[in-house]
């Protein structure tokens, strides 16, 4: 168990719609981050993190978007969702900038 | 697209044999190579991590290569396991940002190590 929850761990939904998904990171971790991994493009970044502020910004579309909250828990807006939203949605936390990540188990949202 | 790039796609490996992975990154930017090992169902867990001011690292079974020149590096799983089975991602990223986990992943290799 990394110690970062990730909440609902499946999530069906309908295209046009918009999902939250939510991440409490370690206890202590400053930092977060949100990737998508998806079969045809892989692990890739979204966004993160540190303290409140946002930090780094990947490929992450309009539609998406992000915050963490004063108790550094973080969520992940999807809206106008479209059926390639399909994949798993991991959240990774770190204790600085620099330090390693440990990944949640992931939300695996379909869009029907 | 700052990329990495990992081979094989797939490997198949006996019992007790070596597992070679081998990854290639374009940006010299980047001073941080983890590997990760993820099961079905599961995220991604860090395995073993190398920073280019040395050439080699080995962690119990698992070693990573690093060739700065060449701009390539790779993990050696000595004595594969059947509890080795899993997805390994090499990824990359530039710790002087102050992001070392703004990852860039490779594509992953799903390891067999059969009985």
């Given amino acids: ?17 918009r999902v939250t998904l939510r991440c409490s990171p370690r206890s202590g971790d400053l930092s977060v981050y949100w990737y998508q991994q998806s079969l045809d493009q892989g692990l890739q970044f979204l966004i993160q993190y540190y303290n409140g502020e946002e930090r780094a910004k990947g490929n992450i579309l309009e539609r998406f978007s992000a915050q963490q909250f004063p108790d ?11 059926l390639g939203d399909s994949a798993l949605y991991f959240c990774a936390s ?4 620099n330090s390693e990540a440990f990944f949640g188990q992931g939300t695996r949202l379909t869009v029907v | 697209q700052q990329q990495v790039k990992q081979s094989p796609q797939s490997l198949i490996v006996q019992k007790g044999g070596i597992s070679i992975i081998n990854c290639a990154y374009e940006n010299t930017a980047f001073d941080y190579f983890p590997w990760y090992q993820q099961f079905p169902g599961k995220g991604p867990a860090l395995l073993i991590a190398i920073r280019p001011d040395v050439s080699e690292k080995k962690e119990g079974r698992f070693t990573i290569s690093f060739n700065k020149s060449a701009k390539q590096f790779s993990l ?9 089975s899993a997805t390994y991602f090499c990824a990359a990223s530039d710790s002087n940002t102050g992001t070392a986990s703004k990852l860039t992943f490779g594509t992953g290799t799903r390891l067999q190590v059969t009985l």
């Fill in chain 1, 1 to 17: 168990d990394s110690g970062v929850t990730q909440t609902p761990k499946h999530l069906i939904t309908a295209t046009g719609q």
């Fill in chain 1, 72 to 82: 550094l828990h973080s969520e992940l807006n999807l809206s106008s969702l479209e």
């Fill in chain 1, 94 to 97: 770190s204790g600085g900038v």
């Fill in chain 2, 76 to 84: 050696h799983i000595m004595d594969s396991q059947p509890g080795d």
